[in-house]
């Protein structure tokens, strides 16, 4: 098991960046794979990207391709997602989230950190 305190959420304008933070205390953090979800008032939580135990695998959603980058740093214990060219769709609370096996599936993921909200204006 893993404990998860995400940060680096905030307000936001239209096409501006963020780069959240995910620290995880735990030896065995470097076996876990990663990922970021996100859920918006009144959705269900959803994929946002995921990377697996060495890092060497990426997986995004479609919606955040080519504007979102995870990645890990097992001897800092941290993942990150930075993000960038954000819209008021974006708006939401982000969680990380570990596995013990690489999958995008929400449910396979055991643990999570309380979240960080997103929120950007337009």
């Known amino acids: 098991q893993v404990q998860l305190v995400e940060s680096g959420g905030g307000l936001v304008q239209a096409g501006g960046s963020l780069r959240l933070s995910c620290a995880a205390s735990?030896?065995?953090?470097?076996?876990?794979?990663m990922a970021w979800f996100r859920q918006a008032p009144g959705k269900e939580r959803e994929f946002v990207a995921g990377?697996?135990?060495?890092?060497?695998?990426?997986d995004y959603a479609d919606s955040v391709k080519g504007r979102f980058t995870i990645a890990r740093d097992n001897a800092k214990n941290t993942v990150h997602l930075q993000t960038s060219s954000l819209n008021p769709g974006a708006t939401a609370v982000y969680y990380c989230a570990a596995s013990q096996v690489w999958t995008t599936w929400r449910n396979d993921y055991s643990d999570w950190g309380q979240g960080t909200q997103v929120t950007v204006s337009s």
């Open positions: 990377i697996n135990w060495s890092g060497d695998i990426t």
């Open positions: 735990g030896r065995t953090f470097s076996s876990y794979a």
